[in-house]
């Protein structure tokens, strides 16, 4: 009796390997179409960053806010003896 299952389980392990390399590899092609979809967010996310990281040099260059400055709130430049600084508790002139 025993000899008359031994081809079935034979086939059914078979079967059970094939189907399981068959996931395997289904599931390798799903992390590789994961990873691609990571690595383009990832390279849009620096894009964007560059994108803001250039901006915000442009806008805060200094010859931009002193054209600001001069325009907008109407500031002069500093003249001579106009500016103070501390150093410690002297005071200084420039």
């Known amino acids: 009796m025993k000899q008359s299952y031994r081809p079935f389980v034979s086939v059914g392990i078979i079967i059970i390997t094939m189907l399981t390399v068959v996931f395997f590899k289904m599931e390798v092609t799903r992390l590789g179409y994961s990873l691609l979809r990571v690595s383009r967010a990832e390279k849009s996310a620096a894009d964007q960053n560059r994108l803001r990281n250039i901006a915000f040099h442009r806008l805060t260059r200094p010859g931009r806010i002193e054209s600001l ?8 430049k500093a003249g001579q003896g106009q500016v103070l600084q501390v150093a410690g508790n002297v005071l200084v002139a420039q």
């Open 69 to 76: 400055a001069q325009t907008r709130l109407a500031l002069n």
